[in-house]
């Protein structure tokens, strides 16, 4: 009996060790998605960027903006000239943080016991970066009126009112930041899967001879592949959708036909990726394992888990070719912010040419293997 499992075991490994490709992914894949997680989540949020509106104009108010940009984890984006400037700022995603310098700061601040106050007002649909953000800013004011050269006139040192406003997710609740991204990457999961076992799952059973020799161009036959896939791909997503406003109480504040749209040309770009893995996979198992593959390296490129800008400046660049990472900005922006297309166009174009790339170079393997 021994025998008889051994031969079939090493059978299984030699068949394995054939497929040189699959193996490759087995064994580099999750060790490069390993190192990206670990180094992503190992390295400190720096950099979040902070508008300032400074209404003081004085040497106080200037060395407040510098003790600000001065903490590792902020950086001067902007020195606006009104609110309305650092809102648009906040809204379109480009500040996380706007920093309101009184008129009054730098007399209540050189006062005897004054209590200089500042507005700080916060993009929270990212809670762990708001958070950060807010407790930096706290820091760096605070530290800035208990240095006693700015306190000439003696005594105790000077406490800081800080007005803080979080926006989008007062709360801070993490379910407003993390449901969205979730939906999000279920809907990728299944639109993937649904695509990528089409061709494979006609291959396997012998079927894949009787399309090919129907009255069908190319282009017909991964359109008949794909609609099912999208089909199913937008019904997930608006039972997701659904579940995560009524059921987990996320906000919908933008247009819910923007989204829809845009979660339509999303679905559109994934199948062209489930039809290339159709394409090269043998089997249905073999389909699901690249796809299992091909999401583990897009998790750790598109912010699910962690931010883009912990990864290094080459894996950024990668990160701007990964569809879900587009999506995923999408989704959270149009949900929590109410933003709309002129915000979101760059990520809609981005999504599209590479959709579209990916589908034409899938039609052209798949023509190839099917001549």
Do not use: C
């Not at 200089?116 to 953000?133: K, R």
């Not at 129907?214 to 997930?236: D, H, Q, Y």
């Not at 608006?238 to 749209?261: E, T």
């Amino acid at each position: 009996m021994l025998r008889r499992i051994r031969n079939l075991v090493r059978k299984e490994l030699i068949q394995l060790g054939r497929d040189w490709v699959l193996t490759a992914f087995i064994i580099t894949l999750p060790a490069l998605q390993l190192l990206l997680l670990a180094r992503s989540t190992t390295a400190s949020i720096t950099n979040l960027r902070v508008a300032v509106v400074d209404r003081d104009r004085s040497a106080a108010s200037r060395s407040a903006v510098e003790a600000l940009g001065n903490r590792e984890q902020l950086e001067i984006h902007s020195l606006t000239a009104t609110i309305d400037e650092a809102g648009r700022l906040l809204d379109r995603g480009e500040a996380i943080l706007a920093v309101v310098i009184p008129e009054d700061f730098s007399e209540t601040l050189t006062r005897p016991g004054g209590t200089p106050s500042v507005q700080v007002i916060t993009d929270g649909s990212n809670d762990l970066m708001a958070g950060i953000a807010l407790s930096a800013a706290r820091e760096a004011l605070t530290s800035l009126v208990r240095q006693e050269a700015l306190n000439p006139a003696g005594g105790s040192p000077s406490l800081i009112d800080l007005r803080a406003t979080v926006r989008f997710n007062p709360a801070l609740d993490v379910k407003i930041f993390t449901v969205p991204a979730q939906v999000g990457f279920i809907v990728y999961q299944v639109t993937l899967a649904v695509a990528s076992i089409g061709l494979a799952r006609e291959r396997e059973l012998g079927t894949l001879e009787q399309l090919i020799v129907m009255p069908l161009t190319r282009w017909e036959l991964v359109v008949g592949k794909a609609v099912p896939a999208l089909i199913v791909g937008m019904i997930n997503f608006l039972a997701m959708w659904a579940m995560a406003v009524w059921g987990f109480g996320v906000p919908m504040r933008g247009s819910p036909w923007l989204l829809l749209a845009l979660t339509l040309l999303f679905v559109a770009a994934e199948i062209g990726y489930g039809i290339f893995i159709s394409s090269i996979a043998h089997t249905q198992q073999q389909a699901i394992l690249l796809v299992f593959v091909l999401a583990m390296v897009d998790m750790a490129f598109s912010g699910y888990l962690v931010p883009i800008k912990n990864l290094p400046a080459g894996l950024r660049m990668v990160a701007r070719v990964v569809p879900l990472h587009h999506y995923l900005t999408v989704i959270r922006n149009v949900m929590l912010r109410g933003a709309g297309l002129d915000v979101l166009w760059p990520h809609a174009l981005a999504v599209f040419v590479v959709g579209a790339l990916v589908t034409a170079f899938a039609v052209r393997n798949l023509s190839g293997r099917l001549d």
